[in-house]
C-alpha cells in the first residue's frame, strides 16, 4: 500500500512523500501569507480542525507498523540509520471530507512511559494525546510544498514539528489537502 493508501493517484512527475524538502528558517515564505497562520501556529491541530467542523472530525487510520524512518526523519529525530519507529499514517476528514494528511513517526524508545498507549491509538486523534501531556515541548515548523503531492484529495502545503515529551522525541508532519482549503477558506495556488 502507497503513503496514501487508496486515496493517491500519482502522475509521473508527482513527488512521493519521502521526496518532499522539509525547509526552515527564511526558505519557509515561499508559503503564500494565507497559508502562514495554519502552518505555524503552535496549537493543537487537532483541536482547530474540530472547532472549524463543527465537532464533526474523524481520524482513518491508513497505516500503522514498526519499520525504518525515512533519512530527513532519522536526521530530525537523531536517530542511528537502522533504528526502527512506529510510523503512522492517517488522513483526518472534517465532515466527511479528507483535510489533512498526517505522518507521526516515533522512535520505539519513546513508546514507553507517559507515551505506551500511543502504540493503541487506532482512529483516536494523536493530537488529543499529545497535548494532554504536561511536559509536552513542541520545536518551529518545516514547511513543505506540496502541490507536487498529487492525490485524489488534492495537496497544498504541509508542516513538521518534532515533540518532547520527558526527553523522549517524536516527529509528526501534516500536509494540509483541498477539502480543508475549501472549509478554510484558502484557495489552490497555481504550480
Known sequence: MNELGHAISRPPEALSYRQLQWLSG?????????????????RSLTAQLRQLSGGQLTVELLNQRVGLPNSSEQRQLQLAPRQWAMVREVILCGGGQPWVFARTVVPLQTLSGPLRHLRQLGSRPLGEALFAQPTLLRSSFEIADCRRFTTSAGAHWGRRSRFTVLGR???????FLDGFARAAGLQRAAL
Open 169 to 175: 522525541p517524536l516527529l509528526v508532519a501534516e500536509v
Open 26 to 42: 527564511a526558505a519557509q515564505q515561499r508559503a503564500p501569507q494565507r497559508w502562514q497562520y495554519w502552518l505555524h501556529d503552535q
